[in-house]
């Protein structure tokens, strides 16, 4: 089986684990080179492979790095063809894993047209050759051949019927106890498979792997010690690939920042929507109004009208951060105190719209001052009534009070879910928001906040109201929208086989498992980051609920999702209430 970090390079020419792969002496003769190569199922490098996903600059001035560059690439080009190799790219590249600030590493990075030829035996030479060549650089440089496609791979789900789904539920707990044996940092274990990223190469299927994504994923421990441990556990399961990726975090600054793309009702009109922003009183935390929930008190025979969303989004309130237990045990509606208080939109949001307003009253009195001397009478008196009209929406923004979404009723944090078969630890980050009296509801889903122009809507987007959930098991096509405050109305795909979240130094100490949504339009039009969790998941077909977002990875631009029959399970559990709108369908 090939890995991302096979066996071969963790061990040296006796035999032993290799001591580092940084080598920097030169003239290493065969033997230590051929020790510190790393062979993976779609690319072959030394002293190390960059951890994916990558980010890649060609170097301006070849020749400062490697002496007559020009004269040495017909060199470097024989190589290859000797070797077999058909390729598309040879050039010296700044390689690095993509969201670290660490150095990049100078590689001579080789693109190649399929797997065909000796990989290997071309590093091996190529490194011979750059120790003769390298000027002004310490250390060696780096040289990687990958398969044209693969130095950006697509991920993509594994769907509701794949043969590999029972396998991944009995290899996972094992695999999670492997990973629990090492002073690392990963993220995220999940199944998926990895595709070709050339647009429009049919001709290559994806590939079945298991991923972890690790926050330290180029330490020399992941590669000389955990792949082959992890390699063993998969080795007769059928699943073909291991990879090591980076692990990103979500970045919402220049999401959130970015008001303009929210939509003009937003500001204007009192009913609460589906995607709105949601945040606490008093704090910049912006998250998204996910959906509209009815809980009953089936004792009392009362209903509550309430706003859900993530947990950790509204867990600024002041009310809120003194509270030691996971889950809070329905909070006292009458005597909620101000400190709970959750605004839509956020505080942080008009405040950034106010200084929107207020940016352009002050280009339209520069051009009024412009146009006074020689300008019409009529131009005159059009910009001064738009700057009386901007000035009263600045006026009216300036009331806070009326930006009062409601008070958190009830939330949970990660926690143990307990099911009529068996407990499991599940990521479960939600937070009902009991509706304030002087805001309606309009539970119509809109088009309004659709930031990705090609994304082919549905007709329930524009018609339907939010009323019918479905559970994952009924939920075969795995096409899904969500709508969120930061990107709006975005497309994915579930992936069917469960990931677990490390979520250890967190809000708990433990492995909690949830779903990712895969995102095809990849990091052009991310799936979800900062500022969206809280947003419902949709059945694209019906706009039938299937999960809630909590979280995600804004470099693979996939999102993290707990199914919306555990999330409502928990909160019937959680209140002592029946969740009764929306209203299961199947």
């Known amino acids: 089986m090939s890995n991302l970090r096979s066996s071969s390079m963790a061990q040296g020419s006796n035999g032993a684990p290799a001591v580092s792969k940084t080598i920097k002496s030169r003239m290493l003769n065969d033997e230590q080179v051929k020790a510190n190569i790393v062979e993976g199922r779609f690319r072959v490098g030394w002293p190390r492979l960059v951890p994916q996903p990558t980010r890649t600059r060609l170097v301006a001035n070849q020749n400062y790095y490697i002496k007559d560059y020009e004269e040495r690439l017909p060199v470097f080009t024989a190589i290859l063809f000797n070797q077999g190799i058909v390729y598309s790219k040879c050039c010296l590249v700044e390689r690095k894993a993509a969201g670290t600030s660490h150095s990049s590493y100078l590689t001579l990075l080789v693109e190649a047209n399929s797997r065909e030829g000796t990989w290997c035996n071309a590093v091996l030479q190529l490194v011979k050759v750059l120790e003769t060549v390298v000027i002004n650089h310490d250390g060696p440089i780096h040289v990687e051949i ?15 019927s794949d043969a590999m789904l029972p396998v991944w539920r009995t290899l996972a707990p094992s695999s999670i106890q492997t990973l629990s044996e090492f002073p690392v940092h990963w993220k995220l274990l999940s199944l998926v498979k990895i595709g070709y990223g050339v647009p429009g190469d049919q001709t290559k299927q994806p590939v079945t792997t298991v991923l972890v994504e690790a926050w330290d994923a180029d330490e020399d421990i992941w590669e000389l010690e955990i792949v082959p441990r992890l390699s063993v556990l998969i080795a007769d399961t059928g699943i073909p690939n291991l990879e090591i990726w980076q692990a990103y975090k979500y970045s919402k600054e220049e999401w959130c920042e970015n008001v303009s793309r929210l939509p003009e009702r937003t500001w204007w009109e009192k009913p609460l929507r589906i995607g ?16 509209i929930v009815i809980i009953e008190d089936l004792v009392k025979g009362e209903r509550t009208k309430c706003l859900l969303t993530n947990s950790h989004v509204v867990r600024n309130c002041p009310g809120l951060t003194t509270q030691s237990n996971k889950a809070l045990k329905s909070l006292d509606i009458v005597a909620t105190q101000s400190g709970r208080i959750v605004n839509s939109p956020t ?3 008009v405040a950034r719209k106010i200084r929107l307003l207020q940016t352009e009253i002050k280009h339209l009195k520069m051009v009024i001052s412009h146009r006074l001397p020689g300008g019409s009478h009529r131009f005159v008196a059009d910009r001064l009534k738009m700057v009386k009209n901007l000035e009263d929406k600045v006026l009216r923004l300036s009331d806070n009070s009326q930006f009062t979404a409601g008070s958190v009723r009830a939330l949970s944090s990660f926690q143990n879910l307990f099911g009529p078969d068996n407990d499991k630890s599940i990521a479960l980050d939600w937070a009902l928001v009991q509706v304030c009296p002087s805001r309606p509801v309009n539970a119509q889903f809109s088009r309004d906040n659709q930031t ?16 019918r959930w479905k559970k994952i098991s009924s939920f075969k096509s795995g096409d899904v929208l969500k709508v969120g ?4 109305w975005t497309s994915g795909g579930l992936n069917y ?32 980051v900062g500022g969206d969790q809280g947003s419902m998941i949709f059945d694209a077909s019906d706009g039938a609920c299937v999960g809630l977002l909590f ?10 999702i707990t199914p919306i029959e555990d999330v409502f399970h928990s909160i019937e559990e959680t209140t002592g209430c029946k969740v009764v709108l929306p209203r299961l369908v199947s």
């Open 146 to 160: 990958i398969e044209r496609g693969l130095d950006d791979p697509r991920v993509l789900p594994v769907g509701a």
């Open 276 to 291: 709105d922003g949601l945040g606490p009183w008093g704090s910049p935390s912006t998250g998204t109004l996910g959906g």
């Open 347 to 349: 505080e942080s949001d």
């Open 452 to 467: 990705q122009g090609s994304l082919d809507m549905p007709f329930w987007t524009r018609w339907e109201e939010f009323e």
């Open 485 to 488: 405050r930061a990107t709006g």
């Open 497 to 528: 086989a469960r990931a677990w979240l490390n979520a250890r130094g967190e809000e708990c100490d433990t492995v909690v498992e949830c779903m990712r949504v895969e995102n095809p339009r990849r990091q052009w039009h991310p799936f979800s």
């Open 551 to 560: 979280s995600g990875d804004e470099g693979q631009t996939y999102g993290l």
